[in-house]
Each structure stands twice: as C-alpha cells, then as structure tokens.
C-alpha cells in the first residue's frame, strides 16, 4: 500500500495595484491583490481598513473614500495571516475638490450619459478625469 500526501502551496506574497492612493469624499477605488505564486492552493485575501471612518473596504476590493484623513487598507492571505500587503489611504475634503476644479487641475467632469458639465452639486455621480466621483456634501 503507497500513501500520498498531497501538500498545500502557500501563499508567499500579495501584490496590490497600488501602494498609495489620494482621493475625495465619495470617491470610489478597486483595489485588486495577485498573489504569488500564482498556483497557491488557498489564494483568497481578506481585506481590513485600519480607520473605517475615513475609508472602508468590500469583499471584493471596491475601496470607499468617506471622511477626511488617513487609513491604511490591509490585504491578508486567508489561510496564512502573516503574508499581508497595504495600501496608504488620504481622504481629502470634498471642498479640496471643488477647489482643484476651479484651479484648473479638474479639467474633465461628465455626468454619466457622458456630457461635459460646468458645475458640480451634491447627490450626483460624475466622471472626472476618467473617475467616478458622487458628491456627497
């Protein structure tokens, strides 16, 4: 009689698309973690903000700027919590936003049937500079 044992392979690093991101009240951001090897048995990440005030995180990696400030989002490998990998945060006010438009740094703002708009209000989704952005003030 043979007997075989058939090892996991671990999870040896996670990569995310971003190490650092700023955004605006509202904005919204897909995180995406690869981990390595690419054959790991168990590759699934659990996904952790360390201020769920400023920004939070879904299951999915669909990252939700909410309030002014700082947070670092966390990748963990599921089956092996020590393999982590983070994402700087900055949350930035809402009025910083309207303030880059007016400065010129904001140049391309669409509503989402895809016309170019000149002004901004509060409870409407917008594309800017490519970005979904909901106005949230």
């Known amino acids: 009689e043979c007997m075989v044992e058939i090892l996991p392979i671990p999870v040896e690093e996670i990569e995310l698309n971003v190490q650092q991101i700023e955004l605006y009240e509202g904005e919204h951001f897909t995180l995406r973690a690869t981990v390595k090897p690419a054959n790991a048995t168990y590759p ?57 438009i007016k400065n010129g740094e904001i140049t391309e703002i669409y509503d989402l049937l895809g016309r170019q708009v000149t002004d901004i209000r509060p409870g409407v989704a917008y594309l800017m500079n490519g970005r979904v952005v909901i106005v949230i003030e």
């Open 44 to 100: 699934n990440v659990l996904w952790t903000s360390t201020d769920e005030q400023v920004a939070t995180i879904a299951e999915d990696g669909k990252l939700t700027a909410l309030h002014k400030g700082n947070a670092q989002i966390v990748a963990v490998a599921e089956k092996n919590p020590e393999i982590t990998a983070t994402c700087d945060v900055q949350v930035m006010f809402f009025s910083s936003l309207v303030q880059a």
